[in-house]
């Protein structure tokens, strides 16, 4: 019963620590750190249906986030 696409299944929990989601709306990219992302939804939320959580939705512009990505905490190796 594994036939699921894995990144269906990623949660926040899969989350390395340094690693952030940045979340993209009409206004602005707000980058969530993944405590942020416990504090808000809790460890188990898939992160696909993240955009879905209204304690996500911008406070300015009132959109949801169109859909994140996972990004790094930039390193100084550039
Ligand atoms: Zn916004």
Do not use: Y
């Not at 696409?5 to 750190?33: I, K, M």
């Amino acid at each position: 019963m594994q036939d699921a696409d894995p990144a269906l299944r990623f949660t926040v929990g899969h989350l390395a620590r340094d690693q952030a989601v940045q979340f993209p709306c009409l206004c602005r990219v707000r980058t969530l750190h993944r405590r942020d992302l416990v504090a808000l939804v809790g460890r188990g939320e898939r992160l696909h249906l993240i955009g879905l959580r209204r304690e996500l939705w911008c406070a300015r512009c009132g959109e949801p986030p169109m859909v994140g990505w996972i990004a790094r905490q930039p390193k100084t190796d550039s």
